[in-house]
T-cell receptor, first 114, second 112 residues
């Protein structure tokens, strides 16, 4: 089962910041928080990941709380093309060469409104 | 850098027939994954390869599903015989070991 909890759906106005929350209260010290998104009829697309520090790249920012029990993905200026299902995933950083497949939940369906 | 390639993109078969999907990972990626995504759900891992060896196939229905990665590069996933509940999108992903996984576009299978 997925170790994360996300809202089923969210709306955001085009041009505004989209803030997607994720709860991962049972996260372990060696587990990273990964975010992927899946646009309709496409494969999941990697967005960003982090361990405990906030991270930013050209797509988004990731804010992780100090206790690491929750995080927020921020799309700073949402466009219609950001409409997708967003998955928050907890993943062990070093499985020692063992199994490290991603465990997806149902994600958040983000709808960007014009 | 070319992404993960999959073919075919779509396949329609009747139940009890067999089907095969092909995946070519990103060049240099030693780890390859196959996921199954049923409509309305997130992807579920079926099998993970490290080079040409199986790391995890605990969720692969081995009575009907098989996968191979003979030369440690491209991979084939086969279903024989197919059931109605196998209708899904089959996604291939690859990574440099424990690094970020990158996904292909998937193969949409419809079993009638």
């Amino acid at each position: 089962d997925a170790k994360t909890t996300q809202p089923t759906s969210m709306d955001c106005a085009e041009g505004r910041a989209a803030n997607l929350p994720c709860n991962h209260s049972t996260i372990s010290g060696n587990e990273y928080v990964y975010w992927y998104r899946q646009i309709h009829s496409q494969g999941p697309q990697y967005i960003i990941h982090g361990l405990k520090n906030n991270e930013t790249n050209e797509m988004a920012s990731l804010i992780i709380t100090e206790d690491r029990k929750s995080s927020t993905l921020i799309l700073p200026h949402a466009t219609l093309r950001d409409t997708a299902v967003y998955y928050c995933i907890v993943r062990v950083g070093d499985s020692g060469g063992g199994a490290d497949g991603l465990t997806f939940g149902k994600g958040t369906h983000l709808i960007i409104q014009p | 850098e070319a992404g993960v390639a999959q073919s075919p993109r779509y396949k329609i078969i009747e139940k009890r027939q067999s089907v095969a999907f092909w995946c070519n990972p990103i060049s240099g990626h030693a780890t390859l994954y196959w996921y199954q995504q049923i409509l309305g759900q997130g992807p579920k891992l079926l099998i993970q390869f490290q080079n040409n060896g199986v790391v995890d196939d605990s969720q692969l229905p081995k009575d009907r599903f098989s996968a191979e990665r003979l030369k440690g590069v491209d991979s084939t996933l086969k279903i024989q015989p197919a059931k109605l509940e196998d209708s899904a999108v089959y996604l291939c992903a690859s990574s440099r070991g424990k690094d970020t996984q990158y996904f292909g576009p998937g193969t949409r299978l419809t079993v009638l």
